[in-house]
């Protein structure tokens, strides 16, 4: 009898032990899978009651507005740091579909967390079949913004802080020129010695 007791006893234990692990368990990958949650946001320069249209600035395209042979890129600014998010977003095509205005692109956010809220974002443009670093002629940063990113089930919504002063710079400036020719130059003599 008493052993009978004992044994009814370990049992008891490791049920009560098996459920408290599938409880931490659950607790554990729920808690995971809170803080994993992706979130998305619209991504766009022009809106009700917003427009934030690219143009050049400097060089020989001044004052007009890039279309399809030029790229746009997201990322996400966090503690000095920046990460891609998205693909490249290409301009506009076609004067009708207007020049200097992308279309606007739901983009998500990996990882983003358990809720929604905002967080800091830059737009780095360039010429399209390059990156940003790789630009040879014009390209540009946006000043950073906060854009809303929401978590499912809510919807995502428009960038309506995207920034108005986000402009094209004309690159590469007169003197980054003349440097390259005086290092192509001395290149070229060192050899010939």
Do not use: C, W
Not at 31 to 45: C, K, M, P, R, T
């Amino acid at each position: 009898m008493l052993v009978a007791i004992h044994i009814n006893l370990n049992q008891h234990k490791t049920k009560v032990m098996k459920k408290a692990l599938a409880t931490a368990a659950a607790v554990g990958l729920a808690s995971l899978s809170a803080h994993a949650l992706d979130g998305q946001l619209i991504l766009s320069n022009k809106g009700t009651g917003y427009d934030a249209r690219v143009k050049f600035v400097g060089g020989p395209f001044d004052g007009q507005f890039p279309n399809d042979a030029f790229s746009l890129q997201l990322y996400r600014v966090n503690g000095g740091s920046e990460t891609a998010v998205g693909s490249p977003i290409k301009f506009r095509a076609t004067p009708a579909a207007g020049f200097g205005y992308f279309p606007n692109t739901t983009i998500t956010i990996p990882n983003f967390g358990d809720a929604s809220g905002p967080a800091t974002f830059r737009v780095k443009y360039f010429d399209t079949g390059t990156s940003y670093d790789t630009a040879t002629s014009y390209h540009g940063i946006t000043p950073d913004f906060t854009g809303t990113v929401n978590v499912a089930p809510t919807p995502p919504v428009n960038t309506t802080a995207f920034p108005v002063a986000g402009m094209l710079l004309f690159v590469p400036e007169p003197s980054t020129l003349a440097l390259a020719a005086l290092g192509g130059l001395a290149v070229f003599f060192r050899r010939r010695k």
